[in-house]
């Protein structure tokens, strides 16, 4: 099970939530409940969010607070919903305070609200006096959400059917992975992962199973370099409403000989910097000139 915690007391842990990239998302269609079928190879990486979990003596009760964010202090937050959930099957009596530092900015196919929520039933088990179970978090992580049991999970992954099946790839070109400098870059906006989805099935340019297993095994037998599976069949929902993505990835490629993607649902993108690659400076500074000085640009590295 991953394990981000950076401080412990007897009633207080911090936990650090990464955040998540999608090297490669394979959708193959439109199941019967409504959801995606997909496969999707994942990393966390080294920039995340911050929680602060706090066992306190009043009934059970939990709060939440987000500086600098009010909109997310709700019962709809995942962290609230995940805190409520642990309570829920272990009936324990106590209240737990939540201080949510977010680095992620939401609605940006980075996973924030998924790790956060992982992170706070990890950090809440842990104060708990009767702890769940690693499969008993596992159940409580698929019914939150599609991306949650993916952070329950060190190293790089794989998620299918909706997500909720998760498998840690423990061999060694998956391995290599580790380290690999990112960098992120995001417009001022957020998109709605439902209506990005909702314009896939209109359109309803799905993947194969065969070309996304053919292409995974070629490169986890180390027949093609990482950055020859980078795919994301999401984009073509994305660009055909946002163009000013394709604009700033066809001038990545072109320029810089890049591979830019978009992670998730977007609107969060991210591109495998090269070792000794000496633009970097000037290629964020063209980005912050094309998206604007609000643009989120942050660099950080795929981790365990």
Known sequence: MIQRITEKSHNQIKIFAPAKINLF???TGRRNDGFHELTTLLAKLSIGDSLRIRRVKRNHNIKLQCPGFESLQNEKNLAYRAAKLWFQMTEENWAVEVLLDKEIPPMSGLGGGSSDAVSTLIAINELGDNKLSQQKLQELAAEIGSDCPSFLKQGVCIAQGRGERVSRLSHPVAEKLIGQEILLFRPNLGLSTAEVYGRLAKKKKYSSVGWINELLQKWESNRLPIHEILHNDL?????????????????????YGLKPKLSGSGSCCFLLIPKDFQELPSLKKEISQAWGEDAWVRQCKIIL
């Open 25 to 27: 998302l394979g959708v």
């Open 235 to 255: 984009e073509n929902a994305v660009f055909a409403k946002h163009i000013y993505f394709l604009v700033l990835f066809d001038h990545i490629v072109s320029k």
